[in-house]
């Protein structure tokens, strides 16, 4: 979470005597200086390569596929690597952009040293949103050229679709939000009218399996939810996108979050395609890779801007796309389950925080830690999240050494996730 600060050019009524320096701040002018701290390529680029070895190695060792599915794997691996560089290309371009339009913010967790009081582009996420919405279409244009899932006559193609106008609806609202600013109330139901078009394109089942052990008590191995299951896609949904809003606050802690889950869900997908003998299974999960990869290289991408210390901030426009990416495909890709065993952390930091969502406890605008300019560490205060939590755990820290914390806090999750799921096979479900 940022300080915004984002003054619009006064009226021309307004006397020039009242433009003071203390309430008026200039836009910057096409003369300017801009420019942005040198990506952080070679922390970005080892990122990826220790995803895709063991990517790699499922896909054609471990769990050897289809040569038609593991050609349009490798294509949207292909797509989805440019991605990652037209996203460090277009990062800069668009900052400069936004900048000029005073979109920008204060690093309130620096406050106090020259970082603090410097201007940092905002809202750099719709960089990798547009950027993530053309590899998307690209995947779909090269995947139906080689005749495989995404065909014109296919049921598939359809959700495709719908999920990319959700992404699209909800990126959209996400810069509204950042441009305008507006209030949590309104900020929890944006995801409800973006969700609408996957519920209606929605066409797959709508039933649960009981778990076995429930069985004997239930009465039925399968119980069919109807219109409630489509409620639950919407809750979902909701959940997804402003659980990462909500689990925020420090240099590269959205992004760092977002790529581990989508790296988890990846790896997930092709063991569950490994495993499978069904054809629409295996279909289901190549759909949540053919967005999960893009997603993956893009917000890496943008990562190496926006990691300790941040030369952009990413915004809610981030937060809301990446959160309806994931969800989507956990709902197309019918693993909802084990897609909300990944969002551990952020299912149990929307737990912790909310007495002060609902505002049984004061809730301040932002709740970050405290900075200390003397020791250039963050001291936790009493609001309650995760971030502040782990401070009072751990003790104080710099911002870096805080964000790798959680970060590798979300990686534990996510190989328990693994372990669990390995534990139950065949007892739970």
């Given amino acids: 979470m940022v300080a915004r600060r984002r003054q619009s050019i006064p009226d021309q009524t307004v006397r020039s005597s009242e433009l003071t320096p203390s309430n008026y701040e200039a836009p910057p002018t096409e003369k300017e200086e801009f420019s942005l701290a040198a990506p952080k390529l070679g922390?970005?680029?080892?990122?990826?390569?220790?995803?895709?070895?063991?990517?790699?190695?499922?896909?054609?060792?471990?769990?050897?596929?289809?040569?038609?599915?593991?050609?349009?794997?490798?294509?949207?691996?292909?797509?989805?690597?440019?991605?990652?560089?037209?996203?460090?290309?277009?990062?800069?371009?668009?900052?400069?952009?936004?900048?000029?339009r005073n979109l920008f913010g204060r690093d309130i967790n620096k406050k106090g040293t020259p970082r603090g009081a410097a201007k940092v582009p905002e809202a750099l996420g719709i960089v990798t949103g547009i950027v993530f919405l053309v590899v998307a279409i690209l995947v779909q244009l090269a995947v139906s050229f080689l005749q495989y899932n995404l065909t014109a006559d296919s049921d598939w193609l359809v959700e495709y679709n719908a999920a990319l106008a959700c992404i699209c609806f909800m990126i959209l609202l996400g810069f509204v939000d950042d441009v305008l600013d507006v209030p949590w109330s309104v900020k929890l139901v944006l995801p409800f009218f973006s969700a609408l078009p996957l519920v209606m394109a929605y066409a797959g089942h709508t039933s649960i399996i009981i778990p076995k052990p429930l069985v004997p008590y239930v009465g039925l191995s399968v119980l069919d939810l109807g219109l409630i299951y489509k409620v639950y896609m919407i809750m979902l949904v909701i959940f997804c996108t402003n659980s990462i809003n909500i689990h925020a606050g420090i240099n590269g802690l959205e992004v760092g979050q977002t790529v581990v889950i989508s790296s988890a869900i990846l790896i997930f997908n092709l063991m569950q395609i490994g495993a499978s003998t069904d054809l629409d299974y295996k279909q289901a999960h190549v759909f949540s890779i053919y967005i999960m990869l893009p997603l993956l290289t893009t917000s890496l991408g943008l990562l190496a801007f926006n990691w300790y210390p941040s030369s952009v901030f990413v915004g809610d426009t981030y937060t809301y796309f990446a959160g309806m990416a994931i969800a989507v495909v956990g709902i197309l890709g019918h693993f909802s389950e084990t897609l909300l065993l990944f969002f551990l952390p952020q299912v149990l930091n929307f737990l912790y925080s909310c007495p002060q969502l609902f505002g049984i406890v004061p809730c301040p605008r932002h709740r970050l830690p405290r900075f200390d300019p003397q020791t250039g560490l963050l001291i936790g205060t009493s609001d309650m999240n995760f971030v502040n939590l782990f401070l009072r755990l751990f003790g104080q820290c710099t911002e870096k050494t805080l964000c790798i914390r959680l970060v590798i806090f979300q990686v534990f999750s996510c190989l328990l996730c693994f372990q669990l799921r390995s534990i139950l096979a065949g007892w739970y479900k």
């Fill in 43 to 100: 922390l970005m680029l080892s990122i990826l390569a220790l995803f895709l070895v063991p990517f790699i190695y499922f896909l054609f060792v471990r769990y050897p596929t289809e040569i038609d599915l593991r050609l349009s794997i490798l294509v949207c691996i292909a797509i989805s690597l440019c991605g990652f560089v037209a996203t460090v290309l277009l990062v800069p371009v668009a900052a400069r952009y936004l900048l000029r």
